[in-house]
């Protein structure tokens, strides 16, 4: 794959790079530096993509790895709360919040396959883990993300 | 699949200008990507070797786990266990061991666990898991360890490495997502099943190697699950008319001389009910099923938006399409050049949209070739000998493929897309549509009739075929109008719900199970307003799907 290629599929692909980074990582600045190390990664190490129809998985693939080593490295913090000054926010911030609340594995599935529009055995091929075990976290992401949807408009 | 709505806020502009300010720094490494040669090289060792690991792979034996289930607490599943196998050993299977280690039923989660282990001789072998069944369905599952292992298909969904320089046995705790309502049942049955296979190749690397060890290599004995019991239970699920019953142990008549059935093979079955509910009798046998195989198809050649395009391979059966194109650039352009236009014939669109078109196969009049169908592959950059751009364009359809008076088929690229409204929206390249006839590979299958589904109703079925939508009074009329003496019908309803219904995925059937309209209505129930319709109205239902349709003023 040339350069140029390279560049221009990486652009082509960026808003889902941010929302997987963003899936795994809750700062902003660690998705800037998961990124960037999962492009260097990737331009590196481009002659191991056996079919360039994959690069956008496999991308992802490196990506997801690149996360779980600043995750290993650097387990979230609690925030720090800035008086009761809520945080401007855009999206749909229910959603995203549940699904933030998600176990990591659960969220990251979830997200590849009902954002993202990977199909199952794609996700499976992301992540590395059988079908069966797409569907399983599908299933369980979907029924606590319902739940906790339901709990947070049942709040007064 | 619906997909969701970006609920994420839109990119910060941090992370923009991060991603351009790597790219932007790309010249500054080393340029190691581009030799192309290398990629050829290196795919041509990967063939040697998975050609090779293939040829030395051997199947040493497999394990069958069959467990009936019961309501009630572990103890009572545990004490419950009605056979668990292992084939005794025989020549050069000494030293093997599958063991069932505990098995636990928690509300809707079923645990167990396993040990597998090998001779520890310093050979290496790996262990092929299969998908996991219960009562014929594919379960969720998730697992814990190895998570090195390899996984294949719907089929084997994990191979895990022993022997060599890795332990030599391994354990597992899987964990199952069971449908509450099963637990209500008379009995269920989980089936397991996982081969032993022997290897040669190294796996040290990566899963790769040992990716390449296993295909290839098939199973010499089948043994997945109680076809009879499993089909019965199925069709009795499904409340299926003898006829579909019928059509289901046909299936498992041909799937082979033992009459068992693999995962793979049961996803035929589903396509068969599918094709049950439009109005379609399966005819199919053996000797049909191994008759009517197309290897070819006359035209092989084309030029498609100035590459050349050559079919390398069609098969066609009726449970299966397949076809690998070689698309290669024309003469006169540079290397980059005539790269990017074949990319651009291979996977139209994949330059410059996050979604391109892929090739399949279609029937003449433009609709899906096959009923349930499902499809995978890809393209990949394949340049040839001389150094010419080529890519490689492969993909295989899976599904029942109505062969009667199918002498065309077309092959055009396509594309999904969602609208404003979440909607899928089919694009088509119809410019690009290239007529294929496909040629019989054995000349006295032309002998006898070549006959897939025979209709019950030709008009009907080719209105079906056109994606229109049909709808009939069903027995829905009989569920409204039930009396006491009148044959029973199969409703579903939960325990404590008002309502019987029809539709088992009508709202609020969560542990809803089949029962007979006597006891439903001896329990008090009503019919439900929403898939029955009332009282009184007859209801419209689409005889594809069996969903009420709503009646137009």
Redesign the interface.
Same mark, same amino acid.
């Given at each position: 794959?040339?350069?140029?290629?390279?560049?221009?599929?990486?652009?082509?692909?960026?808003?889902?790079?941010?929302?997987v980074?963003?899936t795994m990582l809750p700062q902003?600045?660690d998705?800037?530096?998961a990124?960037?190390e999962a492009?260097?990664r990737a331009?590196?190490k481009?002659?191991t993509l056996?079919?360039?129809?994959?690069f956008?998985t496999w991308l992802i693939r490196i990506l997801i790895n690149q996360c779980k080593t600043f995750y290993r490295r650097r387990p979230p913090e609690p925030a720090e709360l800035a008086g009761d000054i809520p945080q401007p926010?855009?999206?749909?911030?229910p959603?995203?919040d549940a699904?933030t609340a998600l176990p990591g594995k659960q969220r990251v599935t979830l997200e590849l396959?009902?954002?993202e529009?990977y199909?199952v055995?794609e996700v499976?091929r992301i992540l590395?883990?059988?079908?069966?075990?797409v569907?399983?976290?599908?299933?369980?992401g979907r029924d606590q993300l319902k739940e906790s949807i339901i709990r947070e408009e049942a709040r007064p | 699949?619906?997909?969701?709505?970006?609920?994420?806020?839109?990119?910060?502009k941090?992370?923009?200008d991060?991603?351009e300010?790597?790219?932007g720094g790309?010249?500054e490494?080393?340029?190691?990507?581009?030799n192309h040669k290398?990629?050829v090289t290196?795919?041509a060792a990967?063939i040697i070797l998975a050609t090779a690991a293939a040829a030395m792979a051997v199947v040493l034996g497999n394990a069958r786990f069959k467990r009936a289930l019961t309501a009630g607490g572990a103890d009572d599943v545990a004490a419950l266990v009605q056979e668990v196998h292992v084939p005794a050993a025989g020549d050069g299977t000494e030293g093997f061991g599958l063991s069932i280690d505990e098995i636990l039923w928690e509300d809707d989660l079923l645990y167990f666990s396993y040990t597998a282990s090998v001779p520890e001789n310093g050979g290496r072998y790996l262990l092929a898991l299969y998908?996991?069944l219960m009562n014929g369905e594919?379960? !969720?599952?998730?697992?814990t360890g190895w998570?090195r292992s390899a996984?294949f298909d719907?089929r084997v969904?994990?191979v895990i490495p022993l022997g060599g320089t890795r332990p030599a046995s391994c354990g597992q705790l899987l964990?199952?997502?069971v449908d509450p309502a099963l637990r209500e049942r008379a009995a269920n049955a989980l089936y397991l099943r996982a081969d032993f296979f022997r290897t040669d190749t190294d796996f040290t690397g990566d899963?790769n190697g040992f990716e390449s060890a296993f295909k290839g290599a098939v199973p010499t004995v089948c043994l997945t699950f109680d076809p009879t019991e499993s089909l019965k239970e199925y069709a009795e699920r499904l409340a299926l008319p003898a006829a579909e019953t019928a059509a289901l142990q046909s299936i498992a008549d041909a799937a082979g001389t033992d009459g068992i059935l693999t995962p793979g093979e049961l996803s035929d079955v589903r396509g068969i009910e599918y094709a049950a509910r439009r109005e379609a009798r399966m005819v199919m046998d053996a000797a049909m099923l191994q008759q009517t195989v197309y290897d070819g198809v006359e035209e092989t050649e084309f030029e498609v938006n100035g590459c050349k395009v050559s079919v390398e391979d069609f098969h066609m059966t009726h449970l299966g399409a397949g076809f690998r194109l070689r698309v290669t650039a024309p003469d006169g352009l540079s290397e980059?050049e005539g790269?990017?236009l074949a !990319?651009e014939v291979a996977?139209p669109g994949?330059?410059?949209?996050?979604?391109g078109y892929q090739w399949s196969l279609f029937r003449p009049d433009g609709s899906e070739l096959a009923l349930d169908q499902g499809m995978?592959g890809?393209?990949?950059?394949q340049p040839l000998p001389d150094g010419t751009p080529s890519y490689v364009v492969s993909y295989e359809i899976d599904g029942i493929i109505p062969l009667d008076g199918l002498d065309k088929v077309v092959l055009m690229p396509y594309n999904i897309r969602?609208d404003d409204h979440d909607r899928p929206v089919f694009d088509y390249l119809e410019d690009w549509a290239i007529e294929l006839t496909p040629v019989l590979s054995r000349a006295e299958a032309t002998a006898g009739p070549v006959q897939t589904l025979s209709p019950k109703d030709q008009a009907t079925f080719d209105r079906a075929m056109n994606g229109e939508v049909m709808t009939r009074l069903e027995r829905r009329v009989a569920v409204v109008n039930w009396q006491e003496g009148d044959p029973g019908v199969t409703v579903y309803a939960t325990k404590r719900g008002a309502f019987y219904h029809v539709d088992s995925a009508c709202s609020g059937m969560s542990g809803a199970h089949p029962q007979d309209i006597e006891e439903a209505v001896q329990a008090g129930k009503q019919p439900c307003p929403d898939c029955i319709g009332g009282q009184n109205a007859p209801v419209e239902v689409d005889i594809f799907t069996g969903i009420p349709v709503p009646s137009v003023e």
């Open positions: 794959m040339l350069q140029t290629d390279f560049i221009q599929r990486v652009r082509a692909c960026e808003r889902r790079l941010y929302r980074a963003r902003e600045c998705c800037e530096d990124v960037q492009l260097l331009w590196d481009l002659d056996r079919q360039e129809a994959y956008e926010r855009q999206g749909d911030t959603l995203l699904l396959h009902y954002i529009g199909s055995a499976a590395r883990v059988p079908e069966g075990t569907k399983w976290r599908l299933k369980r | 699949m619906r997909r969701w709505k970006d609920p994420f806020p839109p990119t910060p941090g992370f923009h991060r991603v300010q790597t790219l790309l010249e490494r080393k340029m190691k990507h581009t290398l990629t290196l795919a990967l998908a996991p594919a379960m !969720c599952f998730n697992l998570e996984f719907d969904q994990q964990t199952f997502a899963v980059a790269t990017r !990319c996977s994949e330059n410059s949209r996050q979604d995978e890809g393209a990949g950059f969602y």
